[in-house]
DNA sequence: GCTGTGCTTAC
RNA sequence: UUUGUAAGCACAGC
C-alpha cells in the first residue's frame, strides 16, 4: 500500500494518530503546521509542465526568488492577509464536439492548497469508510471494480442500484461544506482560508464572476473537499441505512461522485433510491434520472427472469467497464463479466490513428518506441479479470493502425523494418502468428 | 524502497 | 488556452 506525502512528513503524522486516537476530537491551532517548509514541499509536490493561472504565472517562473515569495506567502497566510486568486476558466472540447469547463488556479493558491490538502488528508483518511475509492491515496479505480466483482460474486445481490449525482462538484453547498469541514476542524484561521478558496471565483478572459455553489474545478484541494462532502452527507448515512433499514444484504462502492449500491431485495431497493433522493435534497445534491437505475443483476437474476419471461439481465457501467451476468463455460455457474465500454475504445482508436497519420511527416520520430509506450500503458487498463477478449482486439487494432501507417510511409520511399514490426507485433499478441511479408508484401495479424 | 521522464485509466 | 486527485505500467537513475 503506497501513502500520501502527507502521511510521511512528520508533523502530520501526528496528526493522523491523534485523529485515529479520538474520532471526535476537533484540531485546533491546525494553521501552525503551515510552515515555509512545508510551502515549499507543497511547491516541488506540483505538477511543473501545469499551465498557468490568471497572474500568467508558471512553476517555473514562481521559483525564482522562492524562498522569499514562500516567507511571504507564509506571513501573509498568518496574519489573515491572504486572498486566492480568480481561476482561470478555459473551454476544452470533448470528443463528442461538446464544450467542458476547466479551472486553472493559480501557482501561488495552489502551493497553499497542497499544504491544506496534507493536512486535512491526515486527519480526514482516518474517518472515511472502507467502501470510499475515489482520489483517495493507496485506493485505485482497479480496487473499486474488485469491490464490485467481490459483493456480487459472494454476497446475495439481485438488484443493482446504478447512482450518479448530476453536477456534484459544481453542486457543493458552501455552508454545508463549512459545517462538515467544523465537525474535525477548530482552526477558524484554516475554515477561513478554505471558505476563501470556496469563494475565490472565476476569471473567463477578464470577465470575473463569483462563485456562490460549488468546489473550484482545478483546485488542488477539490477531490479531498468533495470527498468530505460526501462522507457527511452519503458515507455515513449509508452506513447507517444498512445497518438499520435495509431488509435483506446490502452493499455499495462510492468512486467520487459515482455509486454502485447491490442490494438482496427489490423493495430495499425502491425504499433506498426514494430516501436516497430526500436525502441528497437536503444538500442542494441531485441524482442524474438518465444514469440511474435500479436493475435486476446478479446470481439469482437469470434465472428469476427466466421465470418471469423475461430476457437477460440488463447491463451497468461502472468506471469505464460495461458490467454484464454471464454464466461460466466449465459448470455454468454465474460470474461477473467485464468489458470495457465499447464507445470509449472506438473513441481512443481513433485518436491513436491521428497520431500515427501525423508521425508520417516526422523522420525522427520512433513510431516503434512510441506504440510500444502507448500500448503498454493500455495493457494496465484492458488488463482486467474478464476482459482479455477486449484487449487482444484492442491489441490488435493497434497494431493494424501501425501497420497502415508505415505501409503510407512507405510508398513515400522509406523502407519497411518488417523484422522490428513481426518482433513487437508478437510481444504485444502473443496469439498471433505472423507471417513473413515477403514475397507478397502482405503482413497479417 | 525512493526519485525522475514517458504513457494510460477513473472521476 | 489541457486544470485537479488517485492508481497502474514502461524506461532511466540512486
Sequence with gaps: MTQSIGQTLPGLIRLHEAARRDRRLRFNNLLHHVMVELLEKAYYGLNRRAASGVDGEDWKSYGEGLQARLIELHTRLHTNRYKPQHVKRIWLTKANGKQRPIGIAAIEDKVVQQALAWILEAIYERDFLGFSYGFRPGRSQHQALDAVYMAITVRKISWVLDADIKGFFDAIDHTWMMRFLAHRIADKRLLRIIERTLKCGVDENGKRERTVVGTPQGAVLSPLLGNIYLHYVLDLWVHQWRKRMARGEMTIVRYADDSVIGLQHRDDGQRFVRELKERLGKFGLSLNDEKTRLIEFGRFAQNNR???????????????????????????????????????????????????????????????????????????????????????????????????????????????????????IRQFIPSVRVLHPYPNQRLRV
Excluded at 454484464?324 to 463455460?329: E, G, K, Q, V, W
Excluded at 513510431?367 to 477478449?389: I, M, S, T
Design 306 to 424: 427466466a421465470q418471469r419471461g423475461k430476457g437477460k439481465p440488463e447491463t451497468f457501467d461502472f468506471l469505464g467497464f460495461t458490467h454484464m451476468c454471464s454464466r461460466r463455460r466449465s459448470d455454468g455457474g454465474f460470474t461477473l463479466k467485464r468489458y470495457t465500454i465499447a464507445k470509449r475504445q472506438r473513441e481512443k482508436l481513433k485518436q491513436v490513428k491521428q497520431v500515427l497519420k501525423r508521425t508520417r511527416h516526422r523522420h525522427r520520430f520512433d513510431v516503434g518506441r512510441w506504440l510500444k509506450r502507448v500500448v503498454q500503458g493500455y495493457l494496465n487498463y484492458f488488463a482486467v479479470p474478464g476482459n482479455r477478449r477486449a484487449l487482444d482486439a484492442f491489441r490488435a487494432e493497434v497494431c493494424r493502425a501501425w501497420l497502415r501507417a508505415l505501409r503510407r510511409r512507405s510508398q513515400k520511399g522509406a523502407g519497411l523494418p518488417w523484422k522490428k514490426m513481426a518482433r513487437l
